[in-house]
């Protein structure tokens, strides 16, 4: 009796110790995958990426690094949804997992769901190890200004530019704060600092309007001809073009 117990209990471990390696040559195969996923993903070939992270998450699906990723592809093929569900996995299985939270909660800027955005980049934001801080204090202050709660947007935006000065999206937020809170010169400063720090068509579009609001008109057509050399296809281009040609017009002799 105790010799059938032995054997069969030996039996058992062995199948157990057969499935384990198994399990473990997926799971590094999944890894690898992965890895070729976000290589695709770094080069920008979603379609791509989606097809290799897919496989992976069949031969891994507990990986939260895989998920993160997942959810950064289906971002960019503008699947927002499904990206939310994504980063809540990967949360799930590792919890202080910091990038995917504030993937998280970019994911929920896009869908305006401002308030469940918020709470992402506060608890990111407290993270003391999170390595860009500035980040999700950024991502906070756009959150509050899209509220049109200008005051919690300014310090969100400041706090950021305490850990990075030169940062140009915070930059960028606190003279659109500005704008909206009605102080167009102090605006002024901040996309003119941002500006030397990055060249985006939005930045110079929203440094031409606010030199608008102060009759700067010649400055204002530098402004607007920035956009149109940086981006002369886009659809903020075609509108700098009607605002220059209106200046031209009505303002420029």
Known sequence: MNNKWFCYAGIVFFIFGIVSCANVELKKQGEATRDVGEVYLLQGDYTAALNELLKAEKMNPDDPHLHNDLGLVYVAKDQIPTAIEHFKKAIDLKPDYAPARNNLGTAYLAMKDWDSAITCFKQVS??????????????????????????????????????????????????????ASGNPREAVNYFERAAKYSAFPELFSDLAGAYMILKEYNKALLSYKKVVDIAPESQLAADARKEIERIQKEHVK
């Open 126 to 179: 407290k993270d003391l190890l999170y390595a860009t801080p500035h980040y999700p204090l950024s991502n906070l202050g756009w959150a509050y200004y899209n509220k049109k709660e200008y005051a919690p947007a300014e310090q969100y935006y400041r706090e950021a530019l305490k850990i990075e000065p030169n940062f140009p999206i915070a930059l960028r937020g606190l003279g659109l704060t500005f704008i």
